[in-house]
């Protein structure tokens, strides 16, 4: 068993964050929604679509089946390079279950709230944000069932392509990037992501959908990702940047993250972590979501 006290993050939370911060829109779109009438959107002719240079080749798409180019390290190369940088695959398979807790903080929309992720292998999480006056929402996946729970929305459970892809994101060893969980893995370009050359990894999850992955080229890495899921306000893009990499007992974590959806930016900085002390009942839905499920 091993905890920590000081500032750091398990590298796997920045997957798991990415309902929550939907829940957590939702709940606020709502509120304002209850409060305030929005002025209606200006109207714009459609722009004209984009032309490249003559004889220029479209950009490849998630559906294409295109090779890594050969000036470029595979997908898989970066990938383990990166688990290697962080500590290695036997350091991240040490552990069965953490406890990260931290702040966040909604820019623009004057909420900070206190953030607590538990998760447990194989595929067990749940979210909690307390945001003082408004109360706390809940974001969760206990191996079968996805829910989420706010004073604003109420229970929810999830269904469909969103309860597929909370399943996706609740995979507690998903830095391991196993392959049997994508259909496509390619190294797309160098490019440049938060001013730092980076690779541009696209990774084609099975279930469907693409989510890019950038990887420092200097240090192997993650700098962010570029992600999009499913919510009741239909699919959304989430930006991810990743900072503050810290090293703490065998592991090398992102203790800071800054996600932008929706226009709205929203920071994650986790102040403590505790591996391997969660217990089982902490994935037990409470009644009010008991009541939904047949």
């Not at 040490?94 to 931290?102: D, E, K, V």
Request: glycine share 8%; aromatic share 6%.
């Amino acid at each position: 068993m091993s905890s920590v006290t000081a500032p750091c993050g398990r590298a796997a939370w920045r997957c798991r964050i990415a309902p929550v911060f939907l829940v957590l829109l939702i709940s606020v779109a709502t509120l304002a929604a209850q409060t305030t009438k929005p002025a209606p959107a200006p109207k714009q002719a459609p722009s004209p679509p984009k032309q490249g240079p003559a004889g220029a080749k479209p950009s490849p798409t998630a559906n294409d089946k295109v090779a890594e180019r050969a000036d470029l390290p595979s997908a898989r190369s970066i990938i383990d390079r990166y688990v290697k940088a962080i500590g290695g695959r036997a350091a991240i398979l040490a552990h069965t279950s953490s406890h990260a807790s931290g702040t966040i903080t909604m820019s623009g929309a004057e909420i900070t709230g206190m953030l607590d992720t538990y998760n447990a292998k194989p595929d067990k999480s749940v979210q909690k944000i307390d945001l003082g006056g408004i109360g706390v929402v809940y974001e969760a996946f206990d191996g079968v069932h996805g829910w989420s729970l706010s004073p604003i929305t109420g229970p929810m459970l999830t269904q469909g392509k969103e309860l597929e892809e909370k399943k996706f994101d609740a995979d507690f060893y998903s830095d391991l990037h196993e392959e049997g969980r994508y259909t496509s893995m390619k190294t797309v370009e160098k490019t440049t992501f938060e001013g730092r050359p980076c690779y541009k990894v696209s990774l084609v999850r099975k279930e469907g959908g693409e989510d890019v992955e950038f990887y420092d080229v200097e240090t192997g890495l993650r700098a962010g990702a570029t992600l999009t899921r499913e919510s009741q306000m239909g699919p959304v893009t989430i930006t991810q940047v990743h900072s503050d990499y810290k090293k703490f007992g065998d592991l090398l974590v992102a203790t800071t993250m800054k996600q932008t959806a929706m226009g709205v930016e929203q920071l994650l900085k986790i102040t403590s972590i505790e591996f391997d002390t969660v217990a089982p009942s902490i994935f037990e839905p409470p009644a009010p979501i008991k009541a939904l499920i047949k």
